[in-house]
């Protein structure tokens, strides 16, 4: 607290010698510096009651008292006596030019009726999201019809992309405040869209599904730290990236991101041991099968460990089987079926299993160098047992990719992955090779919301692959170059 001198008391008693000109400037400075003080605890208050009232949605009444009202006469008679020749100190309080009615006005925040507050209520329960991801990306491969092989979003060169829009809706469960439930839809367009929904080889009807790419119900169980349970549809955790490209270190996706699933069908439950370490279980249609394609329910068991606030581990192990045991076939039967839904029966049909064993780690090293690596294994066959003119020998998918990022000015950073997949039976690109590539990205963050991203890519293979300039003719890498801009807005936090 601020206080008068002892010096300044007694001179301004009667009878003392006069107050020098030192005196009375360091005194008329105590009395601004007491004014400023008082001035700031009036704002403060004041911020504080209309807070109070916007979370209760009652009228207060404003404290119209002026700054420095609460000083006393007595204290006011000093500091005047102190001046010479009368001098008003000019004290916070006595200016009334500002009446009591206008404090009033400044200070009473406008008062909310029910219905506005529950929509307010409503709003601060809910987010909607928007994001649009565009590119330009030039493959100097020169590859006829302009595509750019083994990419899963940054599909054509040399030309200006929508590779995705996209829009979220979520209410997220808040048990704390006696919310267990929750909801979360999401509308995707654009060539992302054509990569991640509707093949036709995993859906029966994909174009019901296609512009969905997530929608689930969600519920938290008061079981143990909280078993939250979702029924829908949603992006696989099956690998370390994800479908959000403002949330990845690079722009253009892994092989391993364009390989594994890409979202599941069904049920998933995730329950915290404790603060290190966390269980998931999943039952679904299959892997990219909304609608299944047979009969058999796919299952994962995954664990993610928190060995330290700086490290995330993912350990998944994913069971099941994919291949249909029915042919769709045009309507053509008395009774009516909707579109897509008249089959004949594959018999006998393919039973063989699918394993994926899929594992990986984040490490913040500093606050601004992070860390990353992934590793994947995955067997699949197309008969559980051999029968005479049938195989039942495993294809095999192998490898990994390592990850970097360094984050420089809050604007700039810096990022880099390396890669290496062994599709040595054709499973993934349809033929035996092995893959590598490297990228190297740069960030720049213009505002929240809209991020530059430039990325520099080769991918090799030990076989001639890649598209080229000529028909026909194959090529053993590819080099692109890409500038993506991304866009994005709403009250959801953190990764999407």
Same mark, same amino acid.
């Given at each position: 607290?601020?206080?008068?001198?002892?010096?300044?008391?007694?001179?301004?008693?009667?009878?003392?010698?006069?107050?020098?000109?030192?005196? $009375?400037?360091?005194?008329?400075?105590?009395?601004?510096?007491?004014?400023?003080?008082?001035?700031?605890?009036?704002?403060?208050?004041?911020?504080?009651?209309?807070?109070?009232?916007?979370?209760?949605?009652?009228?207060?009444?404003?404290?119209?008292?002026?700054?420095?009202?609460?000083?006393?006469?007595? $204290?006011?008679?000093?500091?005047?006596?102190?001046?010479?020749?009368?001098?008003?100190?000019?004290?916070?309080?006595?200016?009334?030019?500002?009446?009591?009615?206008?404090?009033?006005?400044?200070?009473?925040?406008?008062?909310?009726?029910?219905?506005?507050?529950?929509?307010?209520?409503?709003?601060?329960?809910?987010?909607?999201?928007?994001?649009?991801?565009?590119?330009?990306?030039?493959?100097?491969?020169?590859?006829?019809?302009?595509?750019?092989?083994?990419?899963?979003?940054?599909?054509?060169?040399?030309?200006?992309?929508?590779?995705?829009?996209?829009?979220?809706?979520?209410?997220?469960?808040?048990?704390?405040?006696?919310?267990?439930?929750?909801?979360?839809?999401?509308?995707?367009?654009?060539?992302?869209?054509?990569?991640?929904?509707?093949?036709?080889?995993?859906?029966?009807?994909?174009?019901?599904?296609?512009?969905?790419?997530?929608?689930?119900?969600?519920?938290?169980?008061?079981?143990?730290?909280?078993?939250?349970?979702?029924?829908?549809?949603?992006?696989?955790?099956?690998?370390?990236?994800?479908?959000?490209?403002?949330?990845?270190?690079?722009?253009?996706?892994?092989?391993?991101?364009?390989?594994?699933?890409?979202?599941?069908?069904?049920?998933?439950?995730?329950?915290?041991?404790?603060?290190?370490?966390?269980?998931?279980?999943?039952?679904?249609?299959?892997?990219?099968?909304?609608?299944?394609?047979?009969?058999?329910?796919?299952?994962?068991?995954?664990?993610?460990?928190?060995?330290?606030?700086?490290?995330?581990?993912?350990?998944?192990?994913?069971?099941?089987?994919?291949?249909?045991? $029915?042919?769709?076939?045009?309507?053509?039967?008395?009774?009516?079926?909707?579109?897509?839904?008249?089959? $004949?029966?594959?018999?006998?049909?393919?039973?063989?299993?699918?394993?994926?064993?899929?594992?990986?780690?984040?490490?913040?090293?500093?606050?601004?160098?992070?860390?990353?690596?992934?590793?994947?294994?995955?067997?699949?066959?197309?008969?559980?047992?051999?029968?005479?003119?049938?195989?039942?020998?495993?294809?095999?998918?192998?490898?990994?990719?390592?990850?970097?990022?360094?984050?420089?000015?809050?604007?700039?950073?810096?990022?880099?992955?390396?890669?290496?997949?062994?599709?040595?039976?054709?499973?993934?690109?349809?033929?035996?090779?092995?893959?590598?590539?490297?990228?190297?990205?740069?960030?720049?963050?213009?505002?929240?919301?809209?991020?530059?991203?430039?990325?520099?890519?080769?991918?090799?293979?030990?076989?001639?692959?890649?598209?080229?300039?000529?028909?026909?003719?194959?090529?053993?890498?590819?080099?692109?170059?890409?500038?993506?801009?991304?866009?994005?807005?709403?009250?959801?936090?953190?990764?999407?």
């Amino acid at each position: 607290m601020f206080g008068l001198s002892a010096l300044g008391l007694a001179q301004a008693q009667p009878g003392a010698a006069p107050a020098s000109a030192e005196d $009375v400037r360091e005194l008329r400075t105590l009395v601004q510096e007491l004014a400023a003080r008082d001035a700031r605890l009036e704002a403060e208050v004041a911020e504080l009651r209309a807070e109070v009232h916007a979370q209760r949605g009652q009228e207060f009444a404003a404290d119209t008292r002026q700054p420095g009202a609460h000083i006393t006469p007595a $204290v006011q008679t000093i500091v005047a006596s102190a001046l010479p020749g009368g001098v008003s100190p000019n004290l916070p309080g006595q200016n009334t030019s500002t009446t009591s009615q206008e404090l009033q006005s400044k200070a009473a925040p406008p008062a909310f009726t029910s219905e506005d507050r529950g929509i307010l209520d409503y709003l601060k329960g809910n987010t909607i999201n928007f994001g649009f991801d565009g590119y330009y990306s030039y493959n100097f491969n020169a590859p006829v019809g302009r595509v750019n092989l083994l990419r899963s979003y940054d599909v054509l060169s040399n030309a200006f992309s929508v590779n995705q829009a996209s829009v979220i809706f979520e209410h997220a469960p808040n048990p704390s405040a006696g919310n267990r439930f929750g909801m979360r839809l999401d509308l995707q367009f654009g060539q992302a869209t054509e990569t991640l929904q509707g093949n036709p080889a995993n859906e029966p009807r994909p174009d019901v599904y296609r512009n969905i790419f997530q929608v689930y119900g969600t519920y938290v169980a008061p079981l143990g730290r909280g078993l939250t349970i979702d029924f829908g549809k949603w992006g696989s955790s099956l690998g370390i990236e994800g479908n959000y490209t403002k949330d990845q270190i690079n722009y253009s996706r892994a092989y391993w991101f364009d390989f594994l699933p890409f979202y599941h069908m069904g049920l998933r439950a995730d329950l915290p041991i404790n603060n290190k370490l966390a269980v998931n279980y999943w039952l679904v249609n299959g892997t990219q099968q909304t609608e299944p394609t047979n009969g058999f329910k796919d299952q994962l068991f995954g664990v993610v460990l928190t060995p330290h606030k700086t490290v995330n581990w993912t350990v998944n192990y994913y069971f099941g089987q994919d291949h249909p045991d $029915v042919v769709q076939i045009p309507n053509s039967g008395p009774i009516p079926l909707q579109p897509g839904l008249n089959f $004949v029966a594959i018999r006998p049909a393919p039973d063989g299993r699918l394993h994926i064993f899929d594992s990986y780690a984040t490490w913040q090293a500093t606050p601004k160098l992070t860390l990353a690596g992934e590793g994947d294994y995955v067997v699949q066959r197309l008969w559980r047992h051999a029968a005479e003119g049938q195989s039942s020998a495993p294809s095999i998918v192998s490898g990994g990719a390592v990850y970097a990022r360094y984050q420089f000015t809050p604007h700039v950073a810096l990022g880099g992955r390396t890669e290496y997949l062994s599709d040595r039976d054709g499973l993934f690109s349809g033929v035996p090779q092995a893959l590598k590539e490297v990228t190297g990205t740069f960030d720049y963050k213009i505002a929240d919301g809209f991020l530059m991203r430039y990325e520099w890519r080769r991918d090799f293979s030990n076989q001639p692959f890649f598209l080229t300039d000529v028909q026909g003719v194959r090529s053993d890498h590819q080099t692109t170059a890409t500038v993506g801009l991304i866009w994005w807005f709403g009250r959801k936090q953190g990764a999407w």
